[in-house]
C-alpha cells in the first residue's frame, strides 16, 4: 500500500513538464578526476541517460542546471538531445528562474533533482522536489522523493520511471520498447 508521502510524490510528479537535473552528485557520482592537462573528466550512467530520454518520449522536456562549467557536460546534453542547458550559475536559483522564463513552465509544473546544499533553494521552490539517496541530509529532509541509487548510478534512470508511472505513461512507453518502435 502506498504511503501518503508517495502519494503526494506521485501527485507532484504526474505534473512534471520540465525536469531539471543538477550535474555533479546527480548525472555524475560526484568525483572530479583531473586529466594530465588539466582538463575535468566525468562519468556517466548509460541508464541515466536512457531515463532521460523516457522523460522525452514521455513529453517532458529536460534541462540541466549547474555551477561547474564543462565541456563534458555539453557534449553529454547533445547526445541525449538536451537543448535547456544552464552552466556556470552558482546561483542555482537565478539559473531555476532563467530556465523557467525561457520555456514558458511554471515552477509547480517543474521538477528539480539535485544533491546538495546549493540546490536547497531550488528544491524549495520547485514544484516536485527529488533527490538522490547520498545526498546531503539537508536535502534529503525537503524532497518529496528520494531516489534509492546514489547519484550517477542510475538515480535518473529511477526519477524517470518513477514520473512516468506517474504520468500514467509507463506502460505505454514499455510497449513501444519491446516492440521496438521507440527511437534510442
Not at 582538463?39 to 542546471?65: C, P, S, Y
Not at 524532497?143 to 505513461?169: M, N, S
Amino acid at each position: 500500500m502506498a504511503t501518503s508521502a508517495t502519494n503526494t510524490a506521485a501527485a507532484r510528479a504526474a505534473r512534471v513538464r520540465l525536469m531539471i537535473l543538477d550535474v555533479d552528485g546527480v548525472l555524475t557520482d560526484g568525483q572530479l578526476v583531473y586529466g594530465g592537462h588539466g582538463e575535468v573528466l566525468k562519468t556517466f550512467n548509460a541508464r541515466d541517460g536512457h531515463g532521460i530520454k523516457l522523460l522525452r518520449e514521455a513529453g517532458v522536456d529536460v534541462a540541466i542546471l549547474t555551477a561547474r562549467n564543462s565541456g563534458i557536460v555539453a557534449v553529454r546534453a547533445r547526445e541525449l538531445g538536451i537543448e535547456h542547458v544552464l552552466q556556470g550559475a552558482s546561483d542555482k536559483l537565478a539559473g531555476f528562474e532563467q530556465l523557467l522564463a525561457a520555456t514558458g513552465i511554471s515552477a509547480d509544473n517543474c521538477g528539480y533533482i539535485g544533491d546538495d546544499w546549493l540546490d536547497l533553494p531550488v528544491l524549495a521552490r520547485a514544484g516536485f522536489a527529488a533527490t538522490v539517496s547520498d545526498a546531503a541530509d539537508e536535502v534529503k529532509a525537503i524532497a518529496h522523493w528520494i531516489a534509492p541509487q546514489p547519484g550517477g548510478r542510475g538515480a535518473v534512470r529511477a526519477l524517470a520511471e518513477f514520473i512516468v508511472r506517474a504520468q500514467g505513461k509507463f506502460d505505454e512507453l514499455l510497449a513501444k520498447h519491446r516492440a521496438g518502435v521507440a527511437r534510442a
